[in-house]
């Protein structure tokens, strides 16, 4: 597709189990971030990709959450034993790096999460 | 932390322009100005870039100050539509880690 793919859009899940979810930036977009956004919140950064390395994993809040990005294309955010506030919405991006970039970061919609 | 500084709400009449002001007085010179605005909870829209001088597209112009330390959003005819938290973020351009931090935005509503 055109823009960033994100799924499940939408997922409801017990306190306890492991979620997964899954980021398909623009083609040839090369750096990817997550970020996620509990409601009436601002957005929290959470890793940053360049190709299949995260030299920032700075954002994430628990040794629970884990990303990896395989083929410099596809990411998977992991949330492990997943807790209650945990439930919000999380946000892929991707750009086409540049240093010192003037390049457009392009965001998807969002996975909601929600953990009952 | 974010390196911004926005008010956190405004209102615009329909029709008119909306001009969204935001300080980045630490901003260094080779970070970015970027905007972006979120409607409800759907992803952040990119709105528009600049680094030192004024930019125009579609949705909007960028005004930057001569020293950088300031900006100022301009939608010329603001819809209903528009009405939406706008963010101004500085874009850190470490070699290698180029997120955006966002704060806590300009909460922007057109008045019909």
């Known amino acids: 597709g055109a823009g960033v793919s994100q799924s499940p859009s939408n997922k409801v899940t017990e306190k306890g189990k492991d979620v997964e979810l899954r980021c398909d930036p623009i083609s040839g977009h090369t750096a990817l971030y997550w970020y996620r956004q509990s409601l009436g919140q601002g957005l929290e950064f959470l890793i940053y990709f360049q190709g299949n390395s995260a030299p920032d994993k700075s954002g994430l809040p628990s040794d629970r959450f884990s990303a990896e990005r395989t083929g410099g294309s596809v990411s998977t955010l992991t949330i492990q034993r997943t807790q209650q506030e945990d439930s919000a919405v999380y946000l892929c991006?991707?750009?086409?790096?540049?240093?010192?970039?003037?390049?457009?970061?392009?965001f998807g919609e969002g996975s909601w999460l929600t953990v009952v | 932390d974010a390196k911004t500084t926005q008010p956190p709400s405004m209102d615009c009449a329909e029709g008119r322009a909306a001009n969204l002001p935001c300080n980045h007085s630490?901003?260094?010179?080779?970070?970015?100005v970027y905007w972006y605005r979120q409607i409800h909870s759907q992803g952040p829209q990119y709105i528009i870039h600049?680094?030192?001088n004024n930019e125009t597209n579609e949705m909007a112009s960028l005004i930057i100050t001569e020293d950088r330390k300031s900006s100022t959003l301009i939608l010329p005819h603001a819809t209903l539509r528009d009405t939406a938290v706008y963010y101004c973020i500085v874009r850190e351009s470490n070699f290698g880690n180029e997120k955006l931090t966002f704060g806590t935005g300009t909460r922007l509503t057109i008045i019909p």
């Open positions: 600049g680094l030192k």
């Open positions: 991006a991707s750009s086409s790096l540049g240093q010192f970039s003037g390049n457009t970061i392009y």
């Open positions: 630490t901003i260094s010179g080779n970070e970015y």
